[in-house]
C-alpha cells in the first residue's frame, strides 16, 4: 500500500523567510497529492494540491512542486508570516477506483516575528 | 454543498468502558469516508475507511472497530476502551480530490 513519508517534522523560520516540506510517496499509481494545514485543535483544512500532469502549482505564496519519476513532493512557501505557523501534511492518493487517502507525518512550522 | 458532521467534540471516558462517535455526511451520495487518528503532537493514521454501507477497510489491527450503517454515516467504536485509545478522532469525506474533515472528537481516557 502507499506510504508517505515527510519531511522536516519540525521548522522554524523567521517571517519574511521561505519554508520548504518535502514528501515523498510509494505507490506509483498515486496521482493527486494534497496538502493540509492544521491550526491547533482545529480540524485539516486542504490549502493546495496538485495532480500527476503538472509539475507545479501556485497559489499566492504557496507553491508546491511534483517530480513523478522520483516520487517526490514539496510545499513552498514564501514570505512566511506568523499566522503561517501551523502544522501542514502532505498527503497521497489515486483519483481513479479506490481512492485511500494516505498523509504523512506532518510538519510543525513556527514562524517567528 | 456537502458538509461533515461529527460528534461529541470532547469525551472523557474510562478505561474498559464503550465508544461510539458518530459521523454524518450531508450534501452528496456515495461518498469515500475515513476514520483517522492523531496522537498528541502526531501525525494522521487512517484506521478504517469505507466505499459504500457495509463495507469497511481497517488499516490497523487495534481494538476499534467501524461501521456503515447508511450511505452517509460512519460509526467508529469499542467495546472496552484502553490509555492507548486517547487521542483526536477525525471523520472525513472525500469526493474526486479534495477531502473535506468533520470537526473532530478529543478522547481522554482515563
Known amino acids: 500500500g502507499e506510504n508517505v513519508e515527510q519531511h522536516p517534522s519540525t521548522l522554524s523560520v523567521q517571517e519574511g523567510d521561505s519554508a520548504v516540506i518535502k514528501c515523498t510517496y510509494s505507490d506509483s499509481a498515486s496521482n493527486y497529492f494534497p496538502w493540509y494545514k492544521q491550526e491547533l485543535g482545529k480540524r485539516p483544512q486542504l490549502i493546495i494540491d496538485?495532480?500527476?500532469?503538472?509539475g507545479e502549482k501556485k497559489d499566492q505564496r504557496i507553491a508546491v512542486t511534483l517530480n513523478k519519476t522520483a516520487k517526490h513532493f514539496s510545499l513552498h512557501i514564501t514570505e512566511t508570516q506568523p499566522e503561517d505557523s501551523a502544522v501542514y501534511f502532505c498527503?497521497?492518493?489515486?483519483?481513479?477506483?479506490?481512492?485511500?487517502?494516505?498523509f504523512g507525518t506532518g510538519t510543525r512550522l513556527l514562524v517567528s516575528p | 454543498s456537502q458538509t461533515i458532521h461529527q460528534w461529541p467534540a470532547t469525551l472523557v471516558q474510562p478505561v474498559g468502558s464503550p465508544l461510539s462517535l458518530e459521523c454524518t455526511v450531508e450534501?452528496?451520495?456515495?461518498?469515500?469516508l475515513y476514520w483517522y487518528r492523531q496522537a498528541a503532537g502526531r501525525g494522521l493514521q487512517l484506521l478504517f475507511y469505507s466505499v459504500g454501507i457495509g463495507q469497511i477497510s481497517s488499516e490497523v489491527p487495534q481494538n476499534l472497530s467501524a461501521s456503515r450503517p447508511q450511505d452517509r454515516q460512519f460509526i467508529l467504536s469499542s467495546k472496552k476502551l484502553l490509555l492507548s485509545d486517547s487521542g483526536f478522532y477525525l471523520c472525513?469525506?472525500?469526493?474526486?480530490?479534495?477531502?473535506?474533515f468533520g470537526q473532530g472528537t478529543r478522547l481522554t481516557v482515563v
Open positions: 496538485i495532480r500527476s500532469n503538472v
Open positions: 450534501g452528496t451520495s456515495n461518498p469515500n
Open positions: 498527503a497521497a492518493s489515486r483519483n481513479t477506483g479506490f481512492q485511500k487517502l494516505v
Open positions: 472525513a469525506w472525500k469526493g474526486l480530490e479534495e477531502a473535506f
